[in-house]
């Protein structure tokens, strides 16, 4: 295994993950320690769909879509070193355990994602993880987390 710190952009993002607008969640990958860990950045912009209903008078990002960044920056991470085919590939979660909620993210901030990976058994991948604004824990959970193929032979 390497100790090399890998970067990716969007472009490599993209071809990744399966998401799309308006829930992908990820802008770059700062950091990228395969197996063990990531670090990487959503831009939380006033223009995110959801702010319209969550809340009109004060803008909160939704604590359910933190999460989902943290999931999607721990499939980086998953599929950094597994062999995958991003439209034919579902990363799901399994669990959540543990999640805390400590500051609200608002428009203008940079949501740093931070996932180590602790073990994968059987199929089920489990990381723990945290997302920081100005070096302060906005949330974290230990997230547990699942690979599925979506070809109807694995249903």
């Given at each position: 295994?390497?100790?090399?710190?890998?970067?990716?952009?969007?472009?490599?993002?993209?071809?990744?993950?399966?998401?799309?607008?308006?829930?992908l969640?990820?802008d770059?990958?700062?950091?990228?320690?395969?197996?063990?860990?990531i670090?990487?950045?959503?831009?939380?912009?006033?223009?995110?769909?959801?702010?319209?209903?969550?809340?009109?008078?004060?803008?909160?990002?939704?604590?359910?879509?933190?999460?989902?960044?943290?999931?999607?920056?721990?499939?980086?991470?998953?599929?950094s070193?597994?062999?995958?085919?991003?439209?034919n590939?579902?990363?799901?979660?399994?669990?959540?355990?543990?999640?805390?909620?400590?500051?609200?993210?608002?428009?203008?901030?940079?949501?740093?994602?931070?996932a180590?990976?602790?073990?994968?058994m059987?199929?089920?991948?489990?990381?723990?993880?945290?997302?920081?604004?100005?070096?302060?824990?906005?949330?974290?959970?230990?997230?547990?987390?699942?690979v599925?193929?979506?070809?109807?032979?694995?249903?």
């Amino acid at each position: 295994m390497s100790t090399e710190k890998i970067n990716l952009d969007i472009h490599k993002i993209l071809t990744l993950l399966p998401h799309r607008y308006p829930i992908l969640l990820v802008d770059r990958v700062l950091e990228l320690e395969p197996h063990k860990r990531i670090k990487a950045l959503k831009n939380v912009s006033i223009n995110e769909p959801y702010f319209m209903g969550h809340f009109p008078s004060r803008p909160v990002m939704p604590g359910v879509l933190i999460l989902e960044a943290l999931a999607q920056a721990a499939a980086l991470l998953t599929f950094s070193e597994e062999p995958h085919d991003p439209g034919n590939t579902l990363y799901l979660f399994v669990g959540i355990d543990n999640a805390r909620f400590k500051r609200v993210v608002e428009p203008g901030d940079q949501l740093i994602l931070n996932a180590t990976f602790e073990r994968h058994m059987r199929g089920i991948w489990k990381f723990r993880a945290c997302a920081e604004v100005d070096n302060v824990v906005a949330a974290s959970a230990d997230l547990i987390c699942t690979v599925r193929n979506t070809d109807a032979d694995a249903r």
